[in-house]
């Protein structure tokens, strides 16, 4: 296994991110002894768990592309299963619920062969069609409605997004594509998808950092109170300004994207990204749960972290796919 197949941008931005949370682990056990009374043991946490993503992403990209792929097959499984522990179906809908699970593999196998069509149809469509199709053959209609709706909302959020970031692996500019790419340098075809997807998460999970501390320091009018009451216009404008300037810096130096388009990119990603975790926040409230599972400790489960995720990776995707494809 090596790097070698990665651009220098790619593993000098795997770098920093390691150096950064080796100084976010040093701060925090700062804190604790300079401040004892102010226990930070969710910020420990945080930390910690934060050492384990990276580390199971970075392992994913040196495995090369059918890594990554696996990796983000898992991440849609465990986040179904937390969704529907969130959701329990009928009894009669758990006939159903290992068609909803066979999707999960074969939208991966879609993405892993590079099958665009039946990528973009196979949920949305083929998926749409079959589940509610199969629960009638069965001769079960009371809670139909409720019943198919809950079980594809799900695929469509938890497996069909977040395979749109494990498409970008795939995705490399077209020839006569709309926009001319501008190729970094050690960057090829082989590293530019690992490098997108890398632009993805970055700022994805920048943006949630970006719109907590400028809601920290500046927020006082809530945007949602009754859907997620620490989210304050502040942290919206400050988190999303910040995220598009990352973006307009590091996009040109990392993929082939402009600066242009990487900041509208950036922009896509901050405001998407904050109605994804509102959007989540809105189906635990509705449930009446704080997290949606206790896998990722100081995080909650999977879905509290990929929340945003599901709505950046489809509109940038697609972006991307507009101006490149």
């Not at 100084?23 to 946490?45: K, Q």
């Amino acid at each position: 296994m090596s790097f070698a197949h990665l651009s220098p941008a790619v593993c000098w931005v795997f770098g920093a991110v390691v150096v950064a949370l080796f100084v976010a682990t040093v701060v925090v056990a700062l804190l604790g002894r300079l401040r004892p009374e102010r226990d930070p043991r969710e910020l420990r946490l945080r930390v910690r768990t934060w050492w384990v993503i990276v580390a199971l992403f970075g392992l994913a990209m040196l495995l090369d592309r059918g890594g990554a792929v696996v990796f983000f097959a898992c991440v849609s499984a465990l986040a179904l299963r937390e969704y529907l522990t969130l959701i329990p179906p009928r009894v009669a809908d758990w006939q159903i619920l290992f068609w909803a699970y066979a999707c999960v593999p074969l939208q991966y196998l879609w993405v892993y062969l590079e099958w665009y069509g039946m990528f973009i149809i196979f949920i949305p469509v083929y998926s749409f069609l079959f589940l509610p199709t199969r629960l009638v053959l069965m001769g079960k209609t009371a809670g139909f409605v409720q019943s198919t709706s809950d079980v594809h909302w799900g695929l469509m959020t938890t497996v069909f997004s977040i395979s749109h970031a494990a498409y970008l692996l795939v995705l490399v500019p077209a020839e006569g594509a709309r926009w001319e790419p501008q190729w970094p340098a050690g960057t090829n075809a082989a590293s530019a998808g690992a490098a997108l997807l890398l632009l993805l998460i970055l700022c994805t999970e920048s943006n949630d950092i970006f719109q907590y501390l400028w809601g920290k320091s500046l927020g006082r009018i809530r945007v949602a109170p009754h859907v997620s009451p620490n989210k304050t216009l502040a942290g919206l404008l400050g988190g999303v300004a910040t995220t598009t300037a990352l973006a307009a810096v590091i996009g040109p130096w990392l993929t082939f994207m402009s600066a242009n388009h990487a900041a509208l990119g950036g922009l896509i990603i901050g405001l998407s990204g904050f109605a994804g975790g509102l959007s989540i926040s809105a189906v635990k409230r509705d449930l009446g749960v704080k997290d949606s599972g206790t896998a990722l400790p100081g995080h909650g489960g999977i879905l509290d972290r990929v929340d945003s995720l599901t709505y950046t990776a489809p509109l940038f995707f697609h972006y991307v796919w507009f101006c490149y494809g």
